[in-house]
């Protein structure tokens, strides 16, 4: 089955792959929020028995790249961002002085939408075939562009992935949780859903909540918007990056336009007048889906992050009619105690080189899943 490569994100990507795939190989989507991947990106297209579907994709060569994205530092460098198990994290710096630096390992390329997903996109859903012609044409683009490995970032297990990847010589390694709240008919049904322990922990969430005088409402953008750009810069430096308000005004601006504020739902949350708190959502069919969020972290905002992405958003989403608010991934354990399902997402990767090889086997050998680490 012939598969074109194609430069860039390719305009014809939308006509191609159709709209009915999930949110993050949507055209409102990718066009939004592309500057997450990587510099040098790739369109992989493919037809199948009358179906068609594609990935997207990105070379990874600066070995200082994020490590959301970078093989290297996701796998051996102390992370930032990611909340690895201690006894994981701390086997990290034996095996770094037994395998190649960071900058052996790059260049690499790595498939995966904006928005920490990989999957093979197809209006309707992709077939076993088509998700296999892709993978193979990945895995033979990277060789004979002397890629140091291939990988599939952020794959959930309960799609046809895995099996087909697994056919092809790729391991997988650990990685997080993906989190989806299915939504009933009311926010009692919510309530009724949960553990006993669960609903405790959201009546003892709202006491505290009330007891600060914190109030949570939908906003426009454009009464928060200076405050939305404080607490995006906020996060961004909290987890070690520089902030850059400028950039952090063009990512918000462009995900407005292309999805329009019909198709977003903003919810702030406020002490003594001031945000602080924020939660983004986008809507896409019958999903929420949580974009952007951010909350400044004192004693006083401890349970405020439940209030903006849980206790305010459902009655709303409920109300609008949607079946499933997508939490994304990382801080599983909190979303978990509070009604949502878990679904594990792995890296698969396949290294094209005996030393990366050797490199990736060794540090994959301390990997474990990383721990739902917002407390509550």
């Not at 004979?144 to 309960?158: C, G, N, Q, S, T």
């Not at 939908?218 to 308000?245: I, T």
């Amino acid at each position: 089955m012939p598969v074109q490569v194609l430069n860039g994100v390719a305009p014809q990507w939308p006509d191609h792959v159709g709209d009915d795939v999930p949110i993050h190989a949507g055209a409102p989507w990718v066009n939004a929020s592309s500057h997450r991947l990587p510099r040098t990106r790739l369109t992989f297209l493919a037809t199948e028995a009358g179906r068609r579907g594609g990935l997207l994709a990105g070379v990874v060569d600066d070995p200082a790249a994020s490590e959301m994205i970078n093989l290297y530092r996701m796998l051996l460098a102390e992370p930032v961002v990611w909340k690895f198990p201690q006894d994981s994290v701390a086997a990290r710096d034996g095996l770094r002085g037994q395998v190649a630096p960071a900058e052996a390992w790059v260049p690499h390329l790595v498939v995966l939408y904006p928005g920490f997903d990989s999957f093979v996109a197809a209006s309707g859903g992709p077939t076993p075939a088509l998700s296999g012609a892709l993978a193979d044409a990945v895995v033979a683009w990277a060789a004979e562009h002397e890629m140091k490995a291939a990988a599939f970032l952020y794959v959930r297990d309960d799609t046809e992935l895995p099996q087909v990847l697994a056919e092809r010589g790729f391991r997988s390694v650990p990685l997080t949780f993906r989190s989806r709240l299915t939504l009933g008919g009311s926010f009692d049904d919510y309530l009724a859903s949960l553990s006993r322990n669960g609903r405790y922990q959201v009546a003892r969430d709202r006491r505290q909540l009330a007891a600060e005088g914190i109030r949570t409402s939908r906003c426009s953008f454009e009464d928060v918007w200076p405050d939305l750009l404080k607490l995006r810069c906020y996060l961004v430096e909290r987890y070690g990056q520089k902030a850059d308000r400028e950039l952090e005004t063009t990512n918000l601006r462009q995900l407005l336009t292309c999805f329009g504020e019909d198709r977003m739902r903003l919810y702030c949350s406020y002490l003594d007048g001031e945000v602080v708190g924020f939660t983004l959502f986008v809507l896409w069919r019958d999903s929420w889906y949580l974009a952007y969020t951010g909350t400044y972290v004192t004693p006083q905002t401890r349970s405020v992050y439940f209030d903006h992405v849980f206790y305010t958003p459902i009655p709303d989403a409920i109300a609008e009619g949607a079946a499933v608010v997508d939490m994304g991934i990382g801080a599983w354990e909190a979303k978990r105690r509070r009604g949502c399902t878990l679904t594990p997402v792995d890296l698969w990767v396949r290294a094209l080189d005996p030393v990366t090889g050797t490199a990736i086997d060794t540090a994959a050998s301390a990997m474990r899943r990383e721990v739902g680490w917002v407390a509550g």
